[in-house]
């Protein structure tokens, strides 16, 4: 169990549909992170938080968006969902200091859509 | 741009051999972070190991041991006598200096089966 936990495990939703993905980092972790796993592109970074604030984007979508809370859990939300949004997203966490560049990873939110 | 390559796509052995999956990366930065993930069938992924770029010793963790060589630009894993519990999808990633980029760049991953 690597501590941070992400809701829910699975979901279901219709084309066109509006989902949110929610996170919450190990404690004391400030950094959450947020990747995609799908068949055809692999694990791939989405955008990362630190404290509230955006720190780096990666391969997002317009029509996705992620925020972080000031309690500092993060929620990642997928609008006008299409056939190939179908993955696994994952959420990590971070510490400070000399440990920053390592990554602990929810156990993933599995998202179908139909 | 930081890229990671893992050629090998499947891997099988039998229980007890020895097996090295390999993995490639491309940095300009002089400072960068290696890491290794096994991804179980549960799906999540499990934090191995991490390496920073000064540090080039190997390291061994009971059947796990790691090879770093700068020169290569490979930080290969190997596990000796493979167990059917280490059937996983084996992901080598890279994340460069954290002050700039903090993104992680994954491999497209090893499934490594492992046949009692």
């Known amino acids: 169990d690597s501590g941070v936990t992400q809701t829910p495990k699975h979901l279901i939703t219709a084309t066109g549909q509006r989902v949110t993905l929610r996170c919450s980092p190990r404690?004391?972790?400030?950094?959450v992170y947020w990747y995609q796993q799908s068949l055809d592109q692999g694990l791939q970074f989405l955008i990362q938080?630190?404290?509230?604030?955006?720190?780096a984007k990666g391969n997002i979508l317009e029509r996705f968006s992620a925020q972080q809370f000031p309690d500092l859990h993060s929620e990642l939300n997928l609008s006008s969902l299409e056939l190939g949004d179908s993955a696994l997203y994952f959420c990590?966490?971070?510490?400070?200091?000399?440990?920053?560049?390592?990554?602990?990873f929810g156990p993933g939110t599995r998202l179908t859509v139909l | 741009a930081q890229k990671v390559t893992q050629a090998q796509t499947e891997i099988s052995v039998v229980e007890k051999e020895d097996v090295t999956l390999d993995c490639v990366y491309e940095t300009r930065d002089t400072t960068y972070y290696l890491f290794w993930y096994k991804q179980p069938p549960s799906g999540e992924l499990v934090f191995l190991i991490r390496?920073?770029?000064?540090?080039?010793q190997n390291e061994i963790s009971g059947r796990y041991s790691w090879n770093f060589q700068k020169s290569t630009s490979s930080f290969n894993f190997t596990i000796t006598a493979s167990q059917v519990v280490d059937s996983a999808v084996y992901f080598c990633a890279l994340s460069e200096n954290p002050l700039v980029n903090n993104d992680m760049r994954f491999g497209a991953g090893t499934r490594l089966t492992v046949k009692p």
């Open positions: 990590a966490s971070s510490p400070r200091g000399d440990r920053v560049n390592e990554q602990f």
């Open positions: 938080y630190y404290n509230g604030e955006e720190r």
């Open positions: 404690s004391g972790d400030l950094s």
């Open positions: 390496r920073n770029s000064f540090d080039e």
